[in-house]
């Protein structure tokens, strides 16, 4: 019994050591000056304001962490996306970091009244999104997106067609045809979607949190942010369980509509994951009267 106690001991031990070392990989990798750890360093705090030394240091490599419920805070180049907790002082001082306390996550609301055939009347234009996996930073021009009402429901029971339109910096046109179907018999506006091919089990939320018809707007996230961050929460970055978008009617909206979108989402959402959408000198479908 004790010989098992202790394995299992070593064993956590271990795996938490290469959890907060994991991280650190890329960066022993590096080759930079100042890599050895002096005899009497400076204090982590001294580095970045709120942070302590990490329990598991490399012999050579000086490695400091903000405690627990608590990331860093500053510009990304140098502080990362408010979600990280490990990191080498020598790259973090000086660079306006600092450890903050994670914000906590409220769940979301979607829109009540939701009228599904309203909200898939008109062309949507993307303002705003969160890059994922499925929406690179390259890409972010001219984003459309047209729903509508299937003849009859797919082999899986989609019910509805997804038509996304899009163009990278290049000007290579990007997007196809997605599906989706009404994924809460009590909630209309969470909605599912995902390749026509794949079932429905395999689908992805899309929340409709707020829709205002009459001023030509929408708020959209994949689902319920959990991901804890200091300046809010926001979704994942992958697949499914990721996303927020800022969606209006026009392609070039209205002074202060997409800032009023944003103020409704900054109750929810890290708003830092959002990032404009060019719609300058877009051409085709969507655009200047033009439809597939």
Not at 42 to 57: A, D, L, M, Q, T
């Amino acid at each position: 019994m004790a010989r098992k106690l202790c394995a299992c001991l070593l064993g956590a031990s271990l795996c938490h050591a290469v959890r907060e070392q994991v991280d650190s990989v890329e960066d022993l990798l590096e080759a930079e000056e100042n890599r050895w750890l002096p005899s009497r360093g400076e204090k982590c705090e001294k580095s970045v304001p709120g942070s302590v030394n990490s329990r598991f240091n490399w012999v050579r490599y000086r490695r400091c962490k903000c405690p627990k419920g608590m990331a860093l805070d500053g510009p990304e180049e140098f502080c990362g996306d408010g979600t990280r907790t490990l990191f080498r002082p020598s790259k973090a001082k000086g660079k306006g970091c600092s450890c903050q306390s994670l914000q906590q996550c409220t769940d979301v609301n979607t829109q009540p009244n939701f009228n599904i055939e309203a909200y898939i009347s008109k062309r949507w234009y993307a303002q705003e999104q969160m890059l994922t996996r499925y929406l690179p930073a390259n890409a972010n021009n001219c984003v459309t997106a047209k729903y509508s009402v299937r003849d009859a429901k797919t082999f899986w029971g989609y019910s509805l067609k997804v038509q996304n339109n899009a163009k990278f910096d290049d000007g290579k046109p990007r997007g196809g045809e997605l599906c989706a179907y009404s994924a809460n018999k009590s909630d209309k506006a969470k909605l599912a979607v995902a390749p026509c091919f794949l079932p429905r089990l395999l689908a992805g939320p899309y929340w409709v949190l707020r829709f205002n018809q009459e001023k030509g707007y929408a708020l959209i996230s994949g689902g319920q942010p959990k991901v804890q961050t200091v300046k809010g929460c926001r979704t994942k970055k992958g697949t499914n369980n990721a996303g927020l978008w800022i969606f209006t009617h026009e392609a070039i909206p209205a002074a202060g509509l997409v800032d009023e979108v944003r103020e409704i989402a900054a109750q929810w959402f890290d708003l830092s994951v959002l990032k404009k959408v060019n719609h300058t000198g877009c051409t085709g479908v969507g655009y200047d009267g033009a439809e597939e």
